[in-house]
């Protein structure tokens, strides 16, 4: 039976992952800096360890791990609207990843399925895809067996992106875009996903790949199919300057007791780093799931959960 870690088991991509490494008769450890939820989704079947950023415990709590599946990350370099407390940098975030990679290798861990993102670049100027980079390179400066996974974003059940996008286009008639609008982005299905990190935790060659699903779209056309699916109406795309789609979205975000896209994300995205030319990895078309749930997505606002 393989002995299986997981990096932010209650998150949303790790639940999926969990849940997977249990259906095929992996023995699961949970190592996150978060409460176990109450009650438990997995029925007592995952060990719960600290994520502690020491590098002595953190070696204690990879012990007896063959595989590790790392998921940890921080979206935000600065705490978003409504956090209270201490905050993570991309920064710090680098250097608990190297840190952990370091604890897995010292561990006696035999491979490692790390999740990063579409196109990082060690000399971009946004931290996300600059902190991204330096993870990977460390990953592989490891030496140890590795696959490196570079999904888009995500969709399913509880996501946060697809289903606001049809929050907003429910109740407005128009919606704020940098131009130009050609800028692209190719979301996976979290299930597909989570199939896809473990088929690469069983294998034992390096790989370094995108994990996006097989449709992709112009941002702007994703946010018009979604307005025409859900809503019976294609949303007016108003083009303009980044700065000013930036206010408007911090000002709903007040309202909204969130942050919906920070100054690097929306960067990012206009920069078309969230686009893929790679052969898909998922085989769940999103087109098809808005379709099916046209009735119920974006019926609620879904925020960040809480750190």
Known sequence: MMNAAVTGAWSYLGRYVVRELLERGAQVVSLSSRTPPDPDPFQGSVQAR????DSAELTASLAGVDTLYNTYWVR????????????????????????????????????????????????????????????EAHLRGTGLSHAILRPSCFFGGG??????VAWAVRRMPFF????????????????????????????????TRDACGPDQYRFADL??????????????????????CLRLYQAAGLLLRDT???????????????????????????????????????REFHPEPPR
């Open 50 to 53: 600290p994520l502690r950023w």
């Open 76 to 135: 935000h370099d600065r705490p978003p609207i409504g956090h209270r407390g201490p905050w993570t940098s991309h920064s710090e975030a680098v250097q608990n990843s190297c840190m952990l990679l370091d604890a897995a290798k010292a561990a006696g861990v035999q491979r490692i399925v790390h999740v990063s993102i579409t196109q990082p670049s060690a000399d971009s100027r946004l931290t996300y895809f600059r902190g991204k980079a330096q993870v």
């Open 159 to 164: 996501d946060i992106l697809i289903n606001n």
């Open 176 to 207: 704020p875009l940098p131009g130009p609008l050609d800028y692209r982005i190719r979301p996976m299905h979290v299930v597909d996903m989570a199939q896809a990190i473990c088929n690469w935790g069983e294998r034992e060659d390096n790989a």
């Open 223 to 244: 946010v018009r199919y979604i307005g025409h699916t859900v809503a019976g109406k294609e949303p007016r795309i108003l083009t303009l300057p980044t700065s000013v």
């Open 260 to 298: 919906i896209l920070s100054r690097a994300e929306l960067e990012g995205l206009s920069q078309d780093l969230l686009g893929s030319d790679e052969e898909p990895l998922g085989t769940t078309a999103l087109s098809e799931w808005v379709a099916r749930r046209a009735d119920t997505l974006g």
